[in-house]
């Protein structure tokens, strides 16, 4: 297994306050993603890293921020948490290749109250 | 935007069946993913297909790439309680991200 964890793995928070989720990985990849799944949506994309200090938005990035200051670590804060983002999060990571593979976390259960 | 659509969205069958699942795009992706997500756990890659009509086979399950490179199909021989969870597939352009479908739901009944 890709050595990725996740903290928290589950979190109530309120309406309003800021949060903040890690991913943690060991296998030096470069490339770094947070999705959230919710029913009848999928994985949907919020933000992906290439590199340390290198991000980018994904389709539903409104309301979220990222930072990756090492390679090892990127981060995602809900700057003020509203009850939409109660979601499943999950860090994915990959390397460039010849084709791109994703190797996922155990996810983060946010609920939003 | 890629769009991927999966069928069916729901499958419930006997122990010992066979099924096949589908993933299809208009777009054409450089490679396309096959996962199994399990309840509580983020999704596991079964497996990576790249050239158009390529077949993989993994124990019981054949996966299947369009010749085109837009569609792919799964399918699952003698189906096993083992088997039940949520597949989803993934294409990938010719860049680093991917685009994931909604999944099909499989719940293999003893």
């Known amino acids: 297994d890709a050595g990725i964890t996740q903290s928290p793995r589950h979190k109530v928070t309120e309406t309003g306050t800021p949060v903040t989720l890690r991913c943690h990985q060991t296998?030096?990849?470069?490339?770094m993603y947070w999705y959230r799944q919710d029913p009848g949506h999928g994985l949907r994309l919020i933000h992906y890293?290439?590199?340390?200090?290198?991000?980018d938005k994904g389709e539903v990035s409104d309301g979220y921020s990222v930072s990756r200051s090492k390679t090892e670590d990127f981060l995602l804060t809900l700057e003020s948490a509203t009850s939409s983002q109660t979601s499943v999060y999950f860090c994915?990571?990959?390397?460039?290749?010849?084709?791109?593979?994703?190797?996922f976390g155990q996810g983060t259960r946010l609920t939003v109250v | 935007t890629q769009l991927l659509k999966q069928s069916p969205q729901f499958l419930s069958i006997q122990e010992g069946e066979n099924l096949t699942v589908y993933c299809n795009s208009s777009?054409?992706?450089?490679?396309l993913q096959w996962y199994r997500q399990e309840p509580g756990e983020g999704p596991v890659l079964l497996v990576t297909?790249?050239?158009?009509?390529e077949v993989k086979k993994l124990k019981r399950l054949t996966f299947q790439f369009g010749d085109a490179r837009k569609d792919s199909s799964l399918h699952i021989t003698a189906a096993q309680p083992g088997d039940t969870g949520l597949y989803l597939c993934?294409?990938?352009?010719?860049?680093?991200?991917?685009?994931f479908g909604p999944g099909t739901r499989l719940s293999v009944l003893p």
């Open positions: 297909v790249v050239t158009g009509g």
């Open positions: 777009s054409v992706f450089s490679s």
């Open positions: 993934a294409g990938a352009g010719y860049g680093q991200n991917f685009v």
């Open positions: 994915a990571i990959s390397s460039p290749g010849l084709y791109t593979e994703a190797f």
């Open positions: 296998e030096n990849h470069r490339y």
């Open positions: 890293s290439y590199g340390v200090k290198d991000t």
